[in-house]
């Protein structure tokens, strides 16, 4: 049932925003670890394959609010995101952005789902390929973390350097 | 634009509904009494009082909480306290995303002189896979409800052993007898120390009456499975026999 409700939750969201949203924005990650639980432990730590839909709220100021399935030690989270991004064009081809963003969904376990959760912070260079596209590559810091999980595994959360590349549409 | 939209849901539904993992028993109810750590990318068994001399790589089956295993993997380092055991953590619980994992658990373990690799259902074919490419770094493969993709270990003069149940709805046991002929020469145990000696370049096949796909690991019933005639602790025990004599063997 909670998983239906997290579904719901997520495409509500996403809906909300249709008729005023102005960019579509999908995104792939890749994630390389700094913290395991309160150790240092460094090495490749999955990924994720997101879509956002960004609405703008100010000439460099948009939320954002999409979805995300991403691969974690503990298997795979599906979450539903929301953010604000901040843009500030440096050339007419090139834009700095920053990005917040929380999640706050699932990790997918059969019979009995666990919620989980995380928190971003990433900033790169957007390039414009065309006057409705955009690509971006951008890193800095992501936490994961499962709090029931704490029943199963001894590692219920990590810090990782994400860098991720996405390409974004002007709708 | 709608129809990009229900496009998206689709194949997130997809995604949702083919990546959910089966969750272990909780940790406090496994009673583990040997020195258990856990990192990122591992989880580590190994004896409080001895250094352990052998090594057993453990590949998960797909989409089992890594954790399923630790209550009969700590059983049997009761039973051999030389032994180390590190089972190895799968992107989405996906053997077959990281089956060169193990060797990094070699490179972080010199001191250990010899490995065997060990792998439930899917974790056994990508066991299968890491010996394949690394052929002399291995001892021992054990599969538990497994088989080989191919038939690259045919003429590996490494020793096998292929544990399977009788009432295995997954690797049927017709699966396991078709399977035969792509691994070394095969030998039927009658009991769990019959073995033919010397191990190396022969396949063990010893089949677990009365038990199923599931009960190899913690982690409740299994779709498509069939029921199992005995208890899991009946199962994991013989399980623990075999491979403990298999290991005094080899």
Known sequence: ?171 | MNGLFKNIGLFLGVLFLSNCSSLAEPLAELNIGNKYSETADWLILESQTEAPTTGIIFYPGALVDPHAYLSWLDKLINSNKKLLIVTVKMPANLAVLNSQGGMKVIKNYPEITRWIVAGHSLGGTMAAQLISKHPDKFKGLIFLASYPANNTLKNWNGAILSIHASNDGLSTVSDIEKHKTDLSTATVMNSITDFHLPLQNKTHYFEIMGGNHAQFGSYGVQKNDFVATISKEDQQNQVIGIITHFIENL
């Open chain 1, 1 to 171: 049932m909670r998983r239906i409700y997290y579904l719901i939750f997520t495409f509500v969201l996403i809906f909300t925003f249709e008729n005023q949203a102005q960019e579509l924005s999908v995104n792939i990650q890749t994630r390389y670890g700094i913290l395991a639980g309160n150790s240092f432990e460094t090495g490749g730590r999955g990924g994720s394959f997101g879509i956002d839909y960004l609405y703008q709220l100010k000439p460099s100021l948009q939320t954002v609010v999409g979805a995300e399935m991403s691969l974690v030690p503990w298997g795979t989270n599906l979450s539903g995101n929301l953010g604000l991004k901040y843009t500030k064009e440096i050339s007419p081809k090139w834009n700095w952005t920053l990005k917040v963003e929380t999640q706050q969904g699932i990790a997918l376990f059969r019979m009995n789902e666990l919620y989980a959760w995380g928190l971003s912070g990433i900033g790169g260079i957007e390039y414009k390929l065309s006057p409705k596209s955009i690509l971006s590559i951008c890193t800095g810091l992501s936490y994961t973390s499962c709090p029931a999980y704490k029943s199963y595994g001894l590692i219920t959360n990590y810090l990782d350097l994400p860098v991720e590349i996405a390409y974004r549409l002007k709708l």
